[in-house]
């Protein structure tokens, strides 16, 4: 793939280097266009040798090559990291005083910003405006995650990891231009498994892995969506432009998921909450009994964090989907038990996993039957987490529609 990865003037850009990498290293044909102030902050040496192409800012520089158009025209995908508040301006406003910002005008391919700065710049109405403009138009433009910025300030603006915004950009470039369907839509996400504690060093919990959450929360910001992910003790990296709330118990998922439905298009409960808790936790280490006789453990159950926001809707047309990890027995098959539990839940889809082989959980595939209450299934063959991922958004897409 033709890459162009525009850098723009922000402390930011010495991470942009890094991006360089993950796209070089895997085999993909990248051109840097920097900004005369990307090179106050990391030199035309480390592009170019990074690259393994000549870096120029203007557009006079091989002018007989008419680069101010061709490199915009031959691009597969343009993603801009760091994206500064001037960069933004200029590009929603078209303006073109520079290679980076006419290579903006004539690509015609998906264009992804990585914006990084100062929480008041990005909160700024005029930085709003452009960023909501630039989204109107079909650009992706990620939200900046929160944490340390420049100096001893912390606050939203911060670089996404370059790794994540790699893996985002990929699934952009592959949507292409007509990806964005879920811009202006704030979709809610749950993933990973709970732990409900016994004591303060020890818990039941699952073997979700949060794969398949993290799956849906990065397709879902490839999309253009405003993304939320309710996360239950999931190891992973943040997804870039995505809203992590991290969370342990059933009840502090409840409480998460509940809250940012209130808000929601769409909701996928990929977590696997436990369904119960001890009944009470003891606060100290619980010491094993002289005698060598163990107490047993009382559970109470916890509550149905589906089947809550299915049957009390907190938005009239919000789609539900949930998801059941069943095996075969003898009182029926995986399908007989998967649309009993789509009746008793009430979602509107329901993604089915057979997991009798055990294959599902930590594994990077997955392979499901989507039930819906209007169209025969869905069925969905072995594939990335990624592309399964995909094809629910595709089915949420079309009941939002
Ligand atoms: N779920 C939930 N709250 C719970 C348990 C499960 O919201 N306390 C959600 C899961 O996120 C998933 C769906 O319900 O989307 C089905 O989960 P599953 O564990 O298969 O269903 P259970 O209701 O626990 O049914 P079972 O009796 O088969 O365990």
Redesign the pocket.
Known sequence: MRVVLGVSGGIAAYKAASLLRHFTEAGHDVSVVPTAAALEFVGAPTWAALSGKPVATDVWTDVHQVPHVRIGQGADLVVVAPATADLLAKAAHGLADDLLTNTLLTARCPVVFAPAMHTEMWEHAATRANVATLRSRGAIVIEPAEGRLTGADTGKGRFPEPAEIFELALEIAALGVRGPDLTGRHVVV?AGGTREYLDPVRFLGNRSSGRQGYALARAAAARGAQVTLVAANVTLADPAGVKVVHVET?AQLRDEVVTAAGSADAVV???????FRPTSVSAAKIKKADDGTAAPITLTQ??????EISHQRARAGQVIV?????TGDDTGSVLDHARA?FDR?GCDLLVVNDVSAGAVFGSPDNEAVILSRTDDPVEVPRGSKSALAQVIWDQVAGLLA
Do not use: Q, R, V, Y
């Not at 949930?322 to 069943?326: I, V």
């Open positions: 749950s059933t409960m990929a977590a696997a909450p436990a369904d916890n509550p149905d964090i589906l089947h949930g998801f059941a990890a069943e539990k839940k």
